[in-house]
């Protein structure tokens, strides 16, 4: 099946942990997103690439890192230097200006 | 900053009604296009429509986009229990994707 596929469903970081989130996708797109969304506050971007090796901040990205060493691959890291990280993340792919296919999103939690 | 500002924030209709939300953004786009995402789920794309267009159906949906007024509607007609979801919109440019806040649309049947 071709898709985008997020992993995992849920995640639980300890105070001071990095943790990193991954997406991978199969439908050879060139552009990659990350998301962040709370309640109430709609899609924030994070970072985003249109190429391999390539990668863009967005307007949330204080505590995050991300990388593209491969077309498929979207890794997004949650460093220690984010002080509110507990979210829902959304990874997405497109080919550009055109319509973005969604991950079913990872639920990150801080105990 | 968020480009798209959706209007209402929420929205309450009876099954077979007609739904209307409305987008705003600020700054120029490629193309601009709608979501729907059921709750603690990813997205699904439903339209887009391109800068130089005035109006497109799919469906039950009809979306109209007015560049000189920077706005966007999305209409669902003869509305369905199965069509309660939150609907963003997101505008192209500049090589992103942004997107609004949402519309939480409820559908009773």
């Known amino acids: 099946d071709g898709g985008i596929t997020q992993s995992p469903k849920y995640l639980f970081r300890k105070e001071g942990q990095n943790v990193t989130l991954s997406c991978e996708q199969n439908?050879?797109?060139?552009?990659m997103y990350w998301y962040r969304q709370d309640p109430g506050q709609g899609l924030r971007l994070i970072y985003y690439?249109?190429?391999?090796?390539?990668?863009q901040k967005g307007d949330i990205a204080e505590g995050y890192s991300v990388s593209r060493e491969k077309k498929e691959s979207f890794p997004l890291t949650v460093t220690s230097a984010q002080k509110n990280p507990t979210a829902f993340y959304l990874c997405a792919s497109s080919r550009v200006e055109r319509e973005a296919f969604f991950g079913q999103g990872t639920r990150l939690t801080v105990v | 900053s968020q480009q798209g500002e959706e209007d209402p924030q929420a929205l309450s209709i009876q099954e077979g009604e007609n739904a209307t939300m409305n987008c705003s953004y600020k700054t120029s786009i490629n193309n601009l296009q709608w979501y729907r995402q059921n709750s603690g789920r990813g997205l699904v794309h439903l339209i887009l429509?391109?800068?130089?267009?005035r109006e497109k159906h799919s469906g039950r949906l009809r979306v109209t986009l007015d560049t000189s007024k920077k706005s966007s509607s999305l209409l669902i007609t003869a509305s369905r229990a199965a069509d309660t979801a939150s609907y963003f919109c997101?505008?192209?440019?500049?090589?992103?994707?942004?997107f609004g806040k949402g519309t939480m649309l409820l559908v009773s049947p």
């Open positions: 439908l050879n797109h060139d552009a």
């Open positions: 429509i391109r800068s130089n267009e």
């Open positions: 997101a505008t192209s440019g500049y090589s992103t994707l942004t």
């Open positions: 690439s249109q190429i391999v090796n390539d990668f």
